[in-house]
């Protein structure tokens, strides 16, 4: 069964930075795309940044210059930097892997929270 671990969470004031992990686990067929999402309270959920297996990357326009994806494929790991944060950043982040016929997988989320 494939799994998403998140991690790299917690709390950091205004400017600081953060590097969330996306561990996948359960199988060895490549994903098309891995992508970080968040999630504030209120709010839907939105993409934040996303890599495709041919490593085309896509970032959000609020984080663009602020927030730089990769991935480890020895690893089997998504990583998330994440600097120079604002409040606004705050929310629970997720990852996502999508296969090529279109099944998704969810990890269960880390929470981000900037204080100003």
């Known amino acids: 069964q494939v799994q998403f671990v998140e991690s790299g969470g917690g709390l950091v004031q205004a400017g600081g930075s953060l590097k969330l992990s996306c561990a996948a686990s359960?199988?060895?067929?490549?994903?098309?795309?891995i992508g970080w999402y968040r999630q504030a309270p209120g709010k839907e959920r939105e993409l934040v940044a996303d890599?495709?297996?041919?490593?085309?990357?896509n970032y959000a326009d609020s984080v663009k210059g602020r927030f730089t994806i990769s991935r480890d494929r020895a690893k089997n790991t998504v990583y998330l930097q994440m600097d120079s944060l604002k409040p606004e950043d705050t929310a629970v982040y997720y990852c996502?892997?999508?296969?090529?016929?279109?099944?998704?997988?969810w990890g269960q989320g880390t929470q981000v929270t900037v204080s100003s």
């Open positions: 996502k892997g999508t296969r090529s016929w279109g099944s998704e997988y």
């Open positions: 359960g199988s060895t067929l490549p994903f098309n795309v």
């Open positions: 890599i495709r297996s041919g490593g085309r990357i």
